[in-house]
């Protein structure tokens, strides 16, 4: 039991799409140099929809608001794949009133992410959510 609920448990890979450069390199070194995850980073939803499959992502952290493809329309795209059809969702956006917290929560997501977030407290909130919904 031990053995394979560790497995099943510990997060390793996530895939992530942010449009915003600044955004996106400060996420990437809390969650990569600090929280020891591998990134499979994205630009756009378009991108990550095509590469996401070949990268295996445990966890999806989606921006919300996006030029072209934003962070909900990503999830919809990506749940047609069934490989991630069930994997874990975390949004980030500015958007955190309480009826937005929860629309996204009923598009599927396990946490939203309010930005700015702290670069070194991101991974810790992201494996908090992970944990809570792995223990299930």
């Known amino acids: 039991m031990e053995g394979s609920q560790l497995s099943q448990s510990e997060l390793k890979r996530i895939l992530y799409v942010e449009d915003e450069p600044d955004i996106q390199a400060i996420a990437k ?13 994205f630009s756009a939803g378009t991108d990550a929809v ?3 499959v070949a990268f295996a992502p445990q966890l999806l952290l989606l921006d919300v608001m996006m030029p072209g493809m934003d962070g909900p329309t990503t999830l919809t795209e990506l749940r047609k794949l069934p490989e991630l059809a069930q994997v874990p969702v975390i949004f980030m956006t500015a958007k955190v009133q309480p009826q937005e917290v929860a629309h996204f929560k009923s598009l599927g997501a396990i946490e939203v992410i309010a930005k700015p977030f702290d670069p070194m407290t991101l991974a810790q909130s992201v494996l908090r959510a992970w944990s809570a919904k792995v223990g299930q």
């Open 50 to 52: 095509a590469n996401a």
């Open 29 to 41: 070194i809390a969650l990569e140099a600090v929280g020891g995850f591998e990134l499979a980073v």
